[in-house]
């Protein structure tokens, strides 16, 4: 008998060691939402990099704010470090949101701007000058008015819009799976649509939320 209550001892700090941590996973619920204002900040680095030096409102390239970093790694690793576990208990329900950064800052993703880059100031642009094309509502290219080109520009237009609208789908994807939520592409194709537009120059076409074409 004596020997079953010293293994009864011996065993129940273990198991209200489990209850405690049942009880710490049961009161935090981390929260990790997309992070909008720092998606627009990363789009806007992005597009105005793809369109090339001259900045609406005669703004210049080192006058676009910076990709933020947060010290110590931000988001989960920031927050999770803050937490004092033993502050937890006792608490019913305690909310803790996780901000993760948003970073465009890979191989992969600088590639794929690079590319957009060069066929933007080498063909795309002149497109957009001419009224030929325009920016869909839905992030992407499209050949508007081929008619604003002479013939002998067409054939090439058609294959740089199409190389760069496979190159468009790619980064939103990458973008997404690259911060670690291939679920935000949605997000970040919404963010980097209306950034396409508000980088426009003056006198370029775009289409609003409901489809239809407008000149900035």
């Not at 002998?152 to 994807?173: L, P």
């Amino acid at each position: 008998m004596s020997a079953t209550r010293n293994a009864r001892r011996k065993f129940a700090p273990t198991a209200a060691s489990f209850a405690a941590m049942a009880l710490l996973s049961a009161c935090v619920t981390i929260n990790v939402y997309f992070p909008a204002a720092e998606a627009k900040e990363a789009a806007k680095e992005f597009v105005e990099k793809v369109i090339g030096d001259e900045l609406p409102n005669g703004a210049k390239p080192e006058d676009a704010k910076p990709e933020q970093k947060t010290p110590n790694g931000g988001g989960m690793a920031s927050l999770l470090q803050r937490i004092d576990p033993l502050s937890l208990i006792g608490i019913g329900s305690a909310y803790a949101q996780a901000q993760p950064d948003i970073t465009i800052k890979t191989p992969a993703i600088q590639a794929i701007q690079s590319r957009m880059a060069s066929r933007f100031d080498s063909t795309l642009r002149k497109g957009f000058d001419l009224g030929a094309l325009g920016f869909s509502k839905d992030g992407l290219v499209v050949l508007r008015d081929p008619g604003s080109l002479e013939l002998k520009d067409r054939v090439g237009m058609q294959k740089a819009v199409a190389d760069d609208n496979r190159d468009r789908e790619a980064v939103y994807k990458e973008i997404a799976v690259a911060n670690g939520h291939a679920d935000w592409e949605k997000n970040i194709r919404s963010v980097f649509a209306k950034q396409w537009v508000d980088s426009a120059r003056g006198g370029w076409w775009y289409q609003d939320a409901g489809g239809s074409w407008k000149q900035k």
